[in-house]
């Protein structure tokens, strides 16, 4: 039985409004990690709010443990355990309760669930700090406990709406980390994040999504081979505002495939960089840029992205 | 544990530990209390010139000392006044809320209060309040003897004390108090004098009149002075009582009325507040991850409420003890545990309806604070409720504040929980209102 079987989600927020997440369908293998890559807005969030019976689809529907998410939110919600994108915390409760609090609603109780909340407290080393109320914690603190919560119970299937946002490297390290050991116990995991590094790292299998609309879907090696024999460019320029010019001069370019420009950096998706890097010089030259540092990266998520959308993943 | 119960104690271990909550809960209403409390203490505070009407049907001389007490200097700017002569028409005035009080001396107030000098001025015409030992020994000896006659005649116990009756309007209650104090120690002073007035007679006796050895005469009075029949005069208690009678029978007093009601104000900006968490919540996104868990919307609702209503029943059964140790009068315990309970269970209704159909925190916040200080004020709480025009008291009935002033009232004047029974059903009616108007309002956003 496969985790989540996701068959044409659609969400419109508003009766008229435009499709927040449309005609998505997917599926989640047992004991796979499975992640949603896309920029901000691209309806990572809607999506897992459909499927953990947040909120409702406007269309299509999902099963989820082999649930429906229409008809049967209870028996959903008893599977999954969530860890929403924004902390969910009291931080008038200590670490301690609030997860004996999360865990009681999840109708745990008893001896079993102390065990486990030490247990917990441990593996997000947070046992010294258990005691103190969670408004003291630092960001990395909050968003540990705010995974320990989503955790309790063990239940078959994660849903984890990026979980490492705004946080410093070790407190991610820490999160990937533990994502991944519970992978190897036997958890299935829905994973979203606008890192691809995180998709590339975790995940099994990886969907990418962009304005609410699965543009792609596979392994890493099968989404990187989407991209032929794409190389990726990337060039800092000392004028980073004047990008987009770049971009628009070099676009005509023999061998050049895609081209964007973001926060100050031109990406460029090209055929071979031997033939084309030359001539983009020339043309910055021409333009009177000075080009700062030149990247040359193998295929990955990022160029897959390019070249799907023409955009960079970060706008 | 059920997950109800879980949901309520939740809510209350974060109220108890938000220190802006424990503020606003509790010390802010103590601290009211007790200034209030030290400001009417007295009983004189903040009163000036209070209109006040005094009926004079006594034909002895007594009652003259009741008016000069009313109209002494050291009262001159507190009460302002005014002989009546005609009852119906004073008590109209009353009614009409032109007099605060009409005090009524009754007929045959002088002769109870200081029997003896009544009779005595009518059988020998002497005024025996203005004799003192040396004008009494002055006197012959049959008018002496025929004193000590009268004095032990008139010492018998009269069966009925008179009233002295302060007919006082409800809309001026602190007043009434304050006139009944005046009117209270001037037949204090009486006594005194009536007192004084015994041992002359004492002194008569002492000095010259015959003794039981010395002859028929004395004889015949003297055993009742053996047998302590003077002393006896001396400490009797005035046969006067002093009653505030108003035209709806209540007792006032202003340190209870506001104990009561500063605690239903607070109790309303607590429950409001506690409304307020429901979307603080879903702003926080803990509501999402609570409707996320295996929990119905139902019981997350009920939790809620439930919470806030344990809160709000610790802080009034806190304030009703606190406030009772600085000398308020709640009413009869069953009644003030009864009327707690659903006036606790109304004020939270109000939370709910706020939090069912206010868009975010900050707008709940407004509202809340809004509701409660207009609903406290057309309600009475800053003032006594009676004072309000008519309609404004009615409208106010749509608020919790108004029917706990009520059933508060009702039990401060005396009456106990059957008393206050059909007031209770009204608050629960409008507790009902309340929550169908809020679940309407919390479908339409958890739909
Ligand atoms: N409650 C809502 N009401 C209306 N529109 C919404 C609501 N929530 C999200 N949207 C819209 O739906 C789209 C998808 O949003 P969503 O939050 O799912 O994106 P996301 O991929 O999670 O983005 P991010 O990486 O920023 O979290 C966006 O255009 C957003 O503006
Ligand atoms: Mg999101």
New binding site residues.
């Given amino acids: 039985m496969s985790l989540v079987e996701a068959r044409n989600l659609v969400k419109r ?2 009766a008229d ?2 499709k ?2 449309d005609n998505v369908s997917f599926e989640i293998r047992d004991g796979e990690i499975f992640s949603l890559l ?10 897992i709010s459909m499927l953990s019976t947040l909120i409702r689809p406007t269309a299509g529907t999902a099963l989820v443990n082999g649930y429906d998410i229409r008809t049967e939110p209870m028996a959903v919600r008893r599977s999954i355990g969530v860890v929403p ?1 924004d902390l969910a915390l009291y931080g008038k409760l200590s670490g301690r309760e609030n997860l004996r609090f999360w865990g009681e609603m999840r109708g745990l109780g008893g001896p079993a669930l102390w065990e486990e909340i030490d247990e917990k407290l441990a593996l997000m080393d947070l046992t010294d700090r258990a005691g103190d109320r969670a408004e003291t914690y630092s960001g990395g603190m909050k968003r540990r406990l705010n995974l320990a919560i989503g955790m309790l119970g063990n239940p078959p299937l994660m849903m984890l ?2 979980p490492t946002v705004g946080i410093d490297p070790q407190s991610r390290r820490h999160i990937l980390d533990y994502v991944r050991e519970l992978n190897r116990a036997g958890a299935g995991t829905l994973y ?1 994040t ?1 890192y691809m590094e995180e998709a590339q790292e975790l995940s099994d299998r990886i969907g990418i ?1 962009d304005r ?1 609309t699965l543009i792609a879907l596979g392994t890493l090696q099968e989404l990187t081979q989407m991209v032929g024999e794409h190389e990726m460019l990337r060039l800092q320029l000392y004028q980073p505002e004047a990008g987009q010019a770049l971009v628009d001069g070099v676009r005509g370019l023999e061998g050049m495939h895609q081209a964007s420009a973001a926060d100050g950096e031109v990406v460029l998706s090209v055929a071979a960089v031997e033939t084309t890097l030359p001539q983009v010089l020339t043309k910055a030259a021409d333009l009177g840029l000075s080009i700062r540092n030149v990247e040359i990266r193998e295929p990955n998520l990022e160029t897959v992205f390019l070249h799907l959308t023409g955009r960079a993943l970060r706008d | 544990m059920p997950k109800v119960v879980t949901l309520a104690l939740k809510e209350v271990k974060l109220s108890v530990r938000d220190v802006g909550a424990m503020v606003t809960m509790l010390v802010t209403p103590l601290v009211l209390t007790m200034a209030i409390a030290a400001a009417f203490g007295t009983g004189t505070g903040g009163l000036s010139n209070v209109p006040l009407l005094v009926l004079n049907q006594d034909d002895g001389q007594m009652s003259r000392f009741v008016w000069e007490a009313l109209t002494a200097q050291n009262v001159e700017d507190l009460l302002a006044a005014e002989m009546v002569y005609d009852e119906a028409d004073a008590r109209a005035r009353v009614e009409g809320d032109a007099a605060a009080a009409l005090v009524i001396i009754p007929r045959g107030f002088s002769d109870r209060v200081v029997p003896v000098v009544g009779r005595v001025r009518e059988v020998l015409g002497i005024d025996l309040l203005s004799l003192d030992a040396e004008s009494a020994e002055a006197l012959p000896e049959e008018v002496q003897e025929e004193i000590g006659r009268l004095v032990l005649e008139s010492r018998e116990p009269d069966a009925d004390a008179v009233v002295v009756e302060i007919y006082a309007s409800p809309n001026w209650r602190i007043s009434a108090g304050v006139v009944r104090g005046i009117v209270t120690q001037v037949l204090e002073q009486m006594s005194m004098t009536a007192q004084g007035t015994t041992i002359i007679i004492e002194e008569l006796i002492a000095r010259g009149a015959p003794g039981p050895e010395a002859g028929e005469g004395g004889a015949e009075w003297f055993p009742g002075v053996a047998d302590g029949g003077f002393e006896s005069l001396a400490d009797r208690e005035l046969p006067v009582r002093v009653e505030i009678v108003s035209p709806t029978g209540r007792g006032f007093r202003w340190l209870d009325y506001s104990a009561t009601s500063m605690a239903i104000l607070f109790l309303m900006f607590a429950v409001t507040a506690g409304g307020r968490t429901l979307l603080a919540e879903r702003q926080a996104g803990t509501l999402s991850r609570l409707l996320v868990s295996p929990t119905p919307a139902v019981a997350i609702l009920a939790g809620k409420m439930g919470g806030i209503v344990v809160t709000g029943l610790m802080q009034v059964l806190v304030l009703w003890g606190a406030t009772t140790l600085v000398g308020s009068y709640w009413g009869a315990p069953l009644g003030v545990v009864a009327a707690i309970v659903v006036l606790v269970l109304c004020a939270s209704g109000v939370g709910a309806l706020i939090s069912a159909w206010a868009q975010d925190v900050g707008q709940a916040g407004t509202i809340g604070t809004a509701v409660t200080l207009v609903g406290s004020a057309v309600s009475g709480t800053f003032f006594p409720r009676w004072n309000l025009p008519a309609w404004v008291q009615n409208l106010s009935l749509a608020t919790p504040n108004a029917w706990g002033i009520e059933i508060f009232s009702a039990l401060q004047m005396g009456r106990g929980l059957d008393g206050i029974l059909p007031l209770l059903g009204g608050a629960l009616g409008l507790t009902i209102l309340y929550y169908v108007v809020a679940l309407i309002g919390f479908r339409r956003q958890f739909a």
Avoid: R
């Fill in positions: 927020y508003t409004g435009p927040a997440v896309g920029p901000n807005g691209a309806g990572k969030t809607t999506t994108q709406d990026e979203t606008h999504i609410g």
